[in-house]
């Protein structure tokens, strides 16, 4: 299983980025998916997860300015992020955590900047 992370950049506080993951294999589609986040010295944080009936999670800090979303058809999970802030400088990982193996496969991380 292999994820293709895609979407990140250089934006301004209050602006906006979308970031996109591709799935290369169909378990996608029966498996939970999302994204965690990191920044040096830190550990990585799990910003918001979405099953494969769509219920979401998040962290509390992003409530209300990003939203997760997900095509099953397409393997693809998103993450729209609005209203950014340079708190939520850091590298984003998308993953899936298989429901059958229940192993834990990653992106190779966009490096998302928010400058003030």
Known sequence: VQLQASGGGLVQSGGSLRLSCVVSDPIFRISDAGWYRQTPGKQRELVASIS??????????????????????????????????????????????????????????TQVTVSS
């Open 52 to 109: 494969p009936v769509h219920k979401t999670n998040y962290v509390e800090s992003v409530k209300g300015r990003f939203t997760i979303s997900r095509e099953n058809i397409k393997n693809m999970v998103y993450l729209q992020m609005s209203n950014l802030i340079p708190e939520d400088t850091a590298v984003y990982f998308c993953y899936v955590n298989d429901s059958l193996s229940h192993n834990w496969y990653w992106g190779q991380g």
